[in-house]
């Protein structure tokens, strides 16, 4: 599975952004998922955002919500995110990330095997 995303940026605080993912290759739509794990500076990978190919049950991480939208374009092999309202701390580099199984709840960012390149969100204040 390969995985490029797109859409990052240098905004400021309350304005947003939309990221954009295609999977590419072996993408086993059928089965698995796809979503969102954010990086910031000097702190550990957070997974953001998380939607099921088939069923569409999606997963937000609580300091997002209300706030991002995560979608998918099954057609297209493709998966957004929507990101309203954004705040300085949500500044991070954002990886779209995909596992070959469904999800239940928000996984950690070890349970994906597919990583694509990253984008860089900056919000400042």
């Known amino acids: 599975v390969q995985l490029q995303a797109s859409g990052g940026g240098s905004v400021q605080a309350g304005d947003s952004l939309r990221l954009s993912c295609e999977a590419s290759?072996?993408?086993?739509?059928?089965?698995?998922?796809v979503g969102w794990v954010r990086q910031a500076p000097g702190k550990e990978r957070e997974s953001v955002a998380t939607?099921?190919?088939?069923?569409?049950?999606?997963f937000y991480a609580d300091s997002v919500k209300g706030r991002f939208t995560i979608s998918r374009d099954n057609g297209r092999n493709t998966v957004f995110l929507q990101m309203n309202n954004l705040k300085p701390e949500d500044t991070a580099i954002y990886y779209c990330?995909?596992?070959?199984?469904?999800?239940?709840?928000?996984?950690?960012?070890?349970?994906?095997?597919?990583w694509g390149q990253g984008t860089l969100v900056t919000v400042s204040s």
């Open positions: 990330v995909a596992r070959e199984n469904r999800v239940v709840v928000l996984p950690t960012p070890d349970a994906f095997g597919y």
């Open positions: 939607i099921n190919w088939s069923g569409g049950r999606i």
């Open positions: 290759g072996r993408t086993s739509t059928s089965n698995g998922a």
